[in-house]
């Protein structure tokens, strides 16, 4: 059965902070890792990963996948209070469907 | 990126009865998906739905609770049938692109 592991599942920091958030899986066929970000209802696209080492980049966010070790990371650095979020972790396998994680809670404190 | 709307936005229910959401999207996809994430917890993906076909149910969801209905390329209906508490959650209707999977703003039901 496809896995899909994020830890911690909650965190608490200070404005500037710097986190990092995993993401761990086990799965069929491997196509992609997706990292959303959850506010309210609907998840927000952040990157999709595909290739091993190479870091997606946008502003105070970055991450990157190790498929031999399968895992990802994604850091935000410098956090602000509208950082506060659910990060959500999503691997796709085979057909188009996602396996998502349970996610990580981070609220970011002023 | 797509554009996709689902309605209604939230409503609340009585046990027993049915709702059927509708997602609507603004381009011709070929695949739908359909999630539900109950409170405190992650997305769980209820059936993909194909125009032109029946939809392809996961694990745990059938379709005569879930029917789904897909009459075009832009649209979908999921029904929530015979309600009962446990199907409190938010329902999001999903496209796949190339580049990723978006979401639809979600349908936060309540079953009382």
């Known amino acids: 059965e496809d896995k899909v592991v994020q830890s911690p599942l909650s965190l608490v920091v200070h404005e500037g902070d710097t986190v990092t958030l995993n993401c761990s899986y086990e799965?069929?066929?491997?196509?992609?890792l997706l990292w959303y970000k959850q506010e309210k209802k609907a998840p927000t696209f952040l990157f999709m990963l595909?290739?091993?080492?190479i870091e997606k980049k946008s502003g105070r966010l970055s991450s990157i996948l190790d498929k031999k070790e399968l895992f990802s990371i994604l850091n935000i650095t410098a956090t602000q209070t509208g950082d506060s979020a659910i990060y959500l972790c999503?691997?796709?396998?085979?057909?188009?469907?996602?396996?998502f994680g349970k996610g990580t809670k981070l609220t970011v404190n002023p | 990126s797509a554009v996709i709307s689902q309605k209604p936005s939230r409503d609340i229910c009585q046990r027993g009865t049915s709702l059927t959401i509708q997602c609507q999207v603004d381009?011709?996809?070929?695949?739908m998906f359909w999630y539900r994430q109950q409170p405190g917890q992650s997305l769980t993906l209820i059936a993909t739905?194909?125009?032109?076909?029946?939809?392809?149910?996961e694990s745990g969801f059938v379709i005569d609770k879930f029917p789904i209905s897909r009459p075009n390329l832009t649209f979908s209906t999921l029904t929530v049938s015979n309600m009962s508490p446990e199907d409190s959650s938010i329902y999001l209707c999903?496209?796949?692109?190339?580049?990723?999977?978006?979401f639809g703003p979600g349908t936060r039901l309540l079953v009382l």
């Open positions: 739905a194909n125009q032109g076909s029946e939809a392809t149910y």
């Open positions: 595909t290739s091993s080492g």
């Open positions: 799965v069929t066929n491997f196509r992609s």
């Open positions: 381009s011709q996809v070929t695949m």
């Open positions: 999503a691997v796709g396998s085979g057909s188009e469907k996602l396996v």
């Open positions: 999903s496209v796949a692109s190339p580049e990723t999977q978006y």
